[in-house]
């Protein structure tokens, strides 16, 4: 089982990035995906969620109408897309995949090694 996560990188506050989760997990299509956040010195944090086909979906109120979650399900892959990136929205991104609802850090079963995002003023 592995999760790849890419995108992160630097950028001015008020840019965009996306972020790209590739899964090699058996029935990824059955699963919530997710993405959570962690920035130094706090708790991993939820960020967005999506459901198995899409028909659900929740965002943290500190990133709603900014962030956008996606999936493509014959590839495998989720994606989350961040406009208006503001400072506080840096930290290191984790891609999840679990049952829904998956918005704690307790509840996915698989977690994705991180990519981190930096925001500069």
């Known amino acids: 089982v592995q999760l790849q996560a890419s995108g992160g990188g630097l950028v001015q506050s008020g840019g965009s990035l996306r972020l790209s989760c590739a899964a090699s997990i058996r029935h990824f299509s059955s699963y919530a995906v997710g993405w959570f956040r962690q920035a130094p010195g706090k708790e991993r944090e939820f960020v967005a969620v999506l459901n198995w086909r899409e028909s659900q979906i929740r965002y943290s109120e500190s990133v709603k109408g900014r962030f956008i979650i996606s999936r493509d399900n014959p590839k495998n892959t989720v994606f989350l897309r961040m406009n208006g990136l503001k400072s506080e929205d840096a930290a290191v991104y984790y891609c999840?995949?679990?049952?829904?609802?998956?918005?704690?850090?307790?509840?996915?079963?698989?977690w994705g090694e991180g990519t981190q995002v930096t925001v500069s003023s």
């Open positions: 999840a995949v679990g049952a829904w609802p998956l918005t704690t850090a307790i509840s996915p079963r698989y």
